[in-house]
Protein backbone atom coordinates (compact mmCIF):
# COMPACT_ATOMS: atom_id res chain seq x y z
CA UNK A 1 0.00 0.00 0.00
CA UNK A 2 1.56 3.65 -0.72
CA UNK A 3 0.41 6.33 0.70
CA UNK A 4 0.53 9.60 -1.12
CA UNK A 5 -0.52 13.09 0.28
CA UNK A 6 -0.56 15.98 -2.20
CA UNK A 7 -2.26 13.90 -4.49
CA UNK A 8 -4.51 16.71 -6.25
CA UNK A 9 -1.38 18.93 -6.96
CA UNK A 10 0.40 19.37 -10.68
CA UNK A 11 2.73 16.09 -9.61
CA UNK A 12 0.39 14.42 -7.50
CA UNK A 13 -2.39 14.18 -10.44
CA UNK A 14 -0.33 12.62 -12.84
CA UNK A 15 1.31 9.98 -10.63
CA UNK A 16 -2.11 8.64 -9.08
CA UNK A 17 -3.21 8.30 -12.68
CA UNK A 18 -0.30 5.96 -13.59
CA UNK A 19 -0.10 4.38 -10.05
CA UNK A 20 -3.90 3.71 -10.25
CA UNK A 21 -4.03 2.57 -14.05
CA UNK A 22 -0.75 0.10 -13.00
CA UNK A 23 -2.85 -1.20 -9.94
CA UNK A 24 -1.10 -0.25 -7.13
CA UNK A 25 -3.08 0.11 -3.75
CA UNK A 26 -2.83 3.70 -3.07
CA UNK A 27 -4.18 5.38 -0.06
CA UNK A 28 -4.62 9.23 -0.33
CA UNK A 29 -4.29 11.65 2.46
CA UNK A 30 -6.44 14.44 1.49
CA UNK A 31 -8.73 17.38 3.18
CA UNK A 32 -11.60 17.14 0.14
CA UNK A 33 -11.74 14.06 -1.78
CA UNK A 34 -14.05 15.61 -4.46
CA UNK A 35 -11.00 17.03 -5.33
CA UNK A 36 -9.23 14.02 -6.90
CA UNK A 37 -11.84 14.02 -9.79
CA UNK A 38 -12.40 10.61 -10.80
CA UNK A 39 -9.57 8.77 -9.51
CA UNK A 40 -11.40 9.05 -5.57
CA UNK A 41 -13.07 5.92 -6.37
CA UNK A 42 -9.98 4.17 -7.54
CA UNK A 43 -8.44 4.91 -4.15
CA UNK A 44 -8.48 4.58 -0.51
CA UNK A 45 -8.97 7.93 1.07
CA UNK A 46 -7.70 8.78 4.28
CA UNK A 47 -9.21 12.37 5.70
CA UNK A 48 -6.89 14.69 7.08
CA UNK A 49 -4.48 17.23 6.87
CA UNK A 50 -0.74 18.13 6.98
CA UNK A 51 -1.20 20.13 10.14
CA UNK A 52 -2.88 17.91 11.89
CA UNK A 53 -0.49 15.17 13.21
CA UNK A 54 -2.91 13.44 14.47
CA UNK A 55 -4.65 11.83 10.83
CA UNK A 56 -1.45 10.47 9.96
CA UNK A 57 -1.90 7.29 12.05
CA UNK A 58 -4.90 5.86 10.23
CA UNK A 59 -3.44 6.70 7.07
CA UNK A 60 -0.17 5.09 7.37
CA UNK A 61 -2.43 1.64 8.28
CA UNK A 62 -0.85 -0.81 6.25
CA UNK A 63 1.61 1.16 4.54
CA UNK A 64 4.86 0.06 3.45
CA UNK A 65 5.57 3.16 1.07
CA UNK A 66 5.26 6.89 1.36
CA UNK A 67 5.34 9.28 -1.51
CA UNK A 68 5.38 12.88 0.35
CA UNK A 69 4.47 15.32 -2.33
CA UNK A 70 2.15 17.94 -0.85
CA UNK A 71 3.31 21.47 -0.33
CA UNK A 72 2.21 25.00 -0.10
CA UNK A 73 3.97 28.09 -1.86
CA UNK A 74 1.86 30.34 0.88
CA UNK A 75 0.77 30.81 3.99
CA UNK A 76 -2.39 28.93 4.52
CA UNK A 77 -4.92 30.46 7.41
CA UNK A 78 -4.22 27.28 9.65
CA UNK A 79 -0.81 27.15 9.10
CA UNK A 80 2.44 29.07 7.60
CA UNK A 81 4.80 27.76 4.87
CA UNK A 82 7.31 26.79 7.58
CA UNK A 83 4.68 24.41 9.11
CA UNK A 84 3.19 22.98 5.81
CA UNK A 85 6.82 22.36 4.36
CA UNK A 86 8.74 21.79 7.09
CA UNK A 87 7.44 20.59 10.41
CA UNK A 88 4.67 18.71 8.60
CA UNK A 89 7.14 16.77 6.99
CA UNK A 90 8.94 15.78 10.01
CA UNK A 91 6.21 14.51 12.05
CA UNK A 92 5.11 12.64 8.38
CA UNK A 93 8.48 11.21 8.52
CA UNK A 94 8.35 10.36 12.74
CA UNK A 95 5.12 8.61 12.27
CA UNK A 96 6.31 6.71 9.04
CA UNK A 97 9.02 5.42 11.30
CA UNK A 98 6.97 4.50 14.28
CA UNK A 99 4.71 2.74 11.34
CA UNK A 100 7.42 0.53 9.94
CA UNK A 101 6.97 2.08 6.84
CA UNK A 102 9.94 0.64 4.28
CA UNK A 103 10.48 3.74 1.80
CA UNK A 104 9.61 7.24 2.31
CA UNK A 105 10.05 9.62 -0.93
CA UNK A 106 10.07 13.45 -0.66
CA UNK A 107 9.81 16.04 -2.71
CA UNK A 108 12.24 19.29 -1.97
CA UNK A 109 13.63 21.61 -4.85
CA UNK A 110 16.83 22.25 -6.47
CA UNK A 111 16.87 25.76 -4.78
CA UNK A 112 16.31 24.34 -1.11
CA UNK A 113 18.90 25.84 1.16
CA UNK A 114 19.10 26.94 4.78
CA UNK A 115 20.34 30.12 3.30
CA UNK A 116 17.25 30.63 0.59
CA UNK A 117 15.74 34.55 0.40
CA UNK A 118 12.43 32.37 0.04
CA UNK A 119 11.10 30.94 2.84
CA UNK A 120 9.51 28.02 1.02
CA UNK A 121 12.86 26.67 -0.11
CA UNK A 122 14.47 27.27 3.77
CA UNK A 123 11.82 24.86 4.91
CA UNK A 124 11.97 22.46 1.93
CA UNK A 125 15.88 22.55 3.00
CA UNK A 126 15.15 21.63 6.90
CA UNK A 127 12.45 18.86 5.58
CA UNK A 128 15.06 17.51 3.11
CA UNK A 129 18.29 17.21 5.52
CA UNK A 130 15.65 15.56 8.62
CA UNK A 131 14.58 12.62 5.72
CA UNK A 132 18.77 12.02 4.86
CA UNK A 133 18.96 11.64 8.18
CA UNK A 134 16.40 8.99 8.97
CA UNK A 135 16.54 5.26 9.56
CA UNK A 136 14.39 4.30 6.94
CA UNK A 137 14.92 3.96 3.40
CA UNK A 138 14.57 7.61 1.73
CA UNK A 139 14.42 9.29 -1.80
CA UNK A 140 14.76 13.11 -2.01
CA UNK A 141 13.59 13.79 -5.08
CA UNK A 142 14.80 18.13 -5.57
CA UNK A 143 13.21 18.93 -8.94
CA UNK A 144 13.74 22.04 -10.78
CA UNK A 145 10.30 24.31 -12.12
CA UNK A 146 7.23 21.49 -12.28
CA UNK A 147 4.65 22.33 -15.03
CA UNK A 148 1.47 20.96 -16.53
CA UNK A 149 -0.08 23.05 -18.86
CA UNK A 150 -3.18 23.31 -16.75
CA UNK A 151 -1.08 24.05 -13.66
CA UNK A 152 -2.09 27.27 -11.79
CA UNK A 153 1.28 28.80 -13.10
CA UNK A 154 0.64 27.86 -16.67
CA UNK A 155 -3.02 28.93 -16.43
CA UNK A 156 -1.84 32.78 -14.98
CA UNK A 157 0.85 32.56 -17.75
CA UNK A 158 -1.56 32.01 -20.17
CA UNK A 159 -4.00 34.59 -18.55
CA UNK A 160 -1.67 37.01 -18.87
CA UNK A 161 -1.14 36.56 -22.66
CA UNK A 162 -4.50 38.10 -23.56
CA UNK A 163 -3.02 41.61 -22.26
CA UNK A 164 -0.61 43.74 -24.70
CA UNK A 165 1.68 43.23 -22.79
CA UNK A 166 2.96 40.82 -20.18
CA UNK A 167 4.39 41.96 -16.70
CA UNK A 168 7.22 40.18 -15.45
CA UNK A 169 8.36 40.24 -11.79
CA UNK A 170 11.82 41.51 -11.53
CA UNK A 171 14.72 40.88 -14.22
CA UNK A 172 13.45 37.75 -15.74
CA UNK A 173 17.02 36.75 -15.55
CA UNK A 174 16.56 33.73 -13.39
CA UNK A 175 17.11 30.19 -15.14
CA UNK A 176 15.42 27.11 -14.71
CA UNK A 177 15.35 23.72 -16.72
CA UNK A 178 11.39 23.06 -16.61
CA UNK A 179 10.20 19.53 -16.27
CA UNK A 180 6.93 18.12 -17.08
CA UNK A 181 4.90 16.62 -14.29
CA UNK A 182 4.13 13.55 -16.53
CA UNK A 183 8.16 12.89 -16.61
CA UNK A 184 8.39 13.54 -12.75
CA UNK A 185 5.69 11.39 -12.29
CA UNK A 186 7.27 8.47 -14.47
CA UNK A 187 10.37 8.81 -12.16
CA UNK A 188 8.72 8.58 -9.14
CA UNK A 189 6.64 5.38 -10.96
CA UNK A 190 9.68 3.80 -11.54
CA UNK A 191 11.73 4.45 -8.12
CA UNK A 192 8.95 3.29 -7.10
CA UNK A 193 8.99 -0.28 -8.52
CA UNK A 194 12.62 -0.54 -8.46
CA UNK A 195 14.02 -2.62 -5.27
CA UNK A 196 16.94 0.66 -5.15
CA UNK A 197 19.13 -1.85 -3.33
CA UNK A 198 22.28 1.01 -3.65
CA UNK A 199 22.38 3.55 -1.06
CA UNK A 200 19.49 3.64 1.42
CA UNK A 201 19.79 7.33 1.46
CA UNK A 202 19.24 9.42 -2.11
CA UNK A 203 18.97 12.30 -3.00
CA UNK A 204 17.99 12.92 -6.99
CA UNK A 205 17.43 16.43 -8.91
CA UNK A 206 15.14 15.89 -11.36
CA UNK A 207 15.44 19.14 -14.66
CA UNK A 208 14.65 19.17 -17.80
CA UNK A 209 16.45 19.18 -21.07
CA UNK A 210 16.26 22.76 -21.36
CA UNK A 211 18.25 25.88 -20.09
CA UNK A 212 15.41 28.62 -20.11
CA UNK A 213 14.97 31.69 -18.28
CA UNK A 214 11.98 33.09 -16.32
CA UNK A 215 11.59 35.25 -18.81
CA UNK A 216 11.94 32.91 -21.84
CA UNK A 217 9.53 30.28 -20.43
CA UNK A 218 6.85 33.62 -20.18
CA UNK A 219 7.11 33.72 -23.84
CA UNK A 220 7.15 29.88 -24.41
CA UNK A 221 3.82 29.76 -22.60
CA UNK A 222 2.49 33.29 -25.12
CA UNK A 223 3.83 31.42 -28.54
CA UNK A 224 1.96 27.79 -27.66
CA UNK A 225 -1.54 30.11 -27.11
CA UNK A 226 -0.93 31.81 -30.50
CA UNK A 227 -0.30 35.31 -28.48
CA UNK A 228 3.12 36.76 -28.88
CA UNK A 229 3.60 39.97 -26.91
CA UNK A 230 6.39 41.91 -26.00
CA UNK A 231 7.54 41.93 -21.99
CA UNK A 232 7.32 44.66 -19.49
CA UNK A 233 10.08 44.07 -17.05
CA UNK A 234 8.62 45.80 -13.27
CA UNK A 235 10.99 46.21 -10.31
CA UNK A 236 10.70 43.21 -7.89
CA UNK A 237 10.15 45.26 -4.65
CA UNK A 238 7.80 47.45 -6.29
CA UNK A 239 5.47 43.79 -7.35
CA UNK A 240 5.91 42.83 -3.86
CA UNK A 241 4.81 45.52 -2.00
CA UNK A 242 1.78 44.95 -4.34
CA UNK A 243 0.98 41.95 -3.76
CA UNK A 244 1.14 41.97 -0.03
CA UNK A 245 -1.43 44.76 -0.03
CA UNK A 246 -3.59 42.39 -2.66
CA UNK A 247 -3.28 39.61 -0.31
CA UNK A 248 -4.24 41.46 2.75
CA UNK A 249 -7.43 42.69 0.97
CA UNK A 250 -7.97 38.80 -0.76
CA UNK A 251 -6.48 36.46 1.44
CA UNK A 252 -6.92 33.42 -0.11
CA UNK A 253 -8.26 34.25 -3.84
CA UNK A 254 -5.32 36.34 -4.52
CA UNK A 255 -3.92 35.69 -7.87
CA UNK A 256 -0.24 35.50 -6.13
CA UNK A 257 1.52 36.24 -3.38
CA UNK A 258 4.94 38.44 -2.49
CA UNK A 259 6.26 35.07 -1.33
CA UNK A 260 5.21 34.01 -4.79
CA UNK A 261 7.07 36.54 -7.17
CA UNK A 262 10.18 36.40 -4.88
CA UNK A 263 10.19 32.53 -6.03
CA UNK A 264 10.41 33.35 -9.69
CA UNK A 265 13.80 35.31 -8.94
CA UNK A 266 15.70 31.87 -8.02
CA UNK A 267 17.48 30.29 -10.14
CA UNK A 268 16.82 26.03 -10.02
CA UNK A 269 19.60 24.42 -11.85
CA UNK A 270 20.53 20.99 -11.80
CA UNK A 271 24.38 20.75 -12.61
CA UNK A 272 23.99 17.38 -13.54
CA UNK A 273 21.15 18.20 -16.62
CA UNK A 274 19.06 15.35 -17.17
CA UNK A 275 21.37 12.49 -15.75
CA UNK A 276 18.90 12.11 -12.75
CA UNK A 277 15.58 11.41 -14.70
CA UNK A 278 17.43 9.34 -17.21
CA UNK A 279 18.87 7.48 -14.34
CA UNK A 280 15.69 6.38 -13.48
CA UNK A 281 14.69 5.34 -17.69
CA UNK A 282 13.05 8.36 -18.23
CA UNK A 283 13.76 11.05 -20.97
CA UNK A 284 12.41 14.90 -20.21
CA UNK A 285 10.46 16.35 -23.01
CA UNK A 286 10.90 19.83 -23.75
CA UNK A 287 8.49 22.53 -22.72
CA UNK A 288 7.59 23.59 -26.18
CA UNK A 289 6.96 20.18 -27.02
CA UNK A 290 4.37 19.53 -24.40
CA UNK A 291 2.63 22.48 -24.83
CA UNK A 292 2.70 21.75 -28.61
CA UNK A 293 1.15 18.36 -28.25
CA UNK A 294 -1.87 20.00 -25.23
CA UNK A 295 -2.33 22.22 -27.94
CA UNK A 296 -3.51 20.00 -30.93
Not at 147 to 155: E, I, N, T, V
Not at 214 to 231: C, E, N, S
Not at 245 to 272: N, Y
Amino acid sequence: MILLTGATGTVGRALLRRLTAAGEQVRCLVRDPRRLGAERVRVQIALGDLADPASFRHALRGVDRVVHLAASIRDQRHAPIEELNGVATLRLLRAAESAGVDRFIFFSAIGASLHAPARFFRAKALAEQAVLESSLDVLVFAPSLVYAADDPFMRMLTRMSHLPVIPVAGSGRAVYQPIWADDVAACVESALGSDMATPARQRVELAGPELLSYAQIIRVVADAAGRPRPLIRLPLGLVRRALDSLEWVARDSAFATAEEASLMAIPMVSGKGTAGAESLGVEPLPIERVLGQQAA
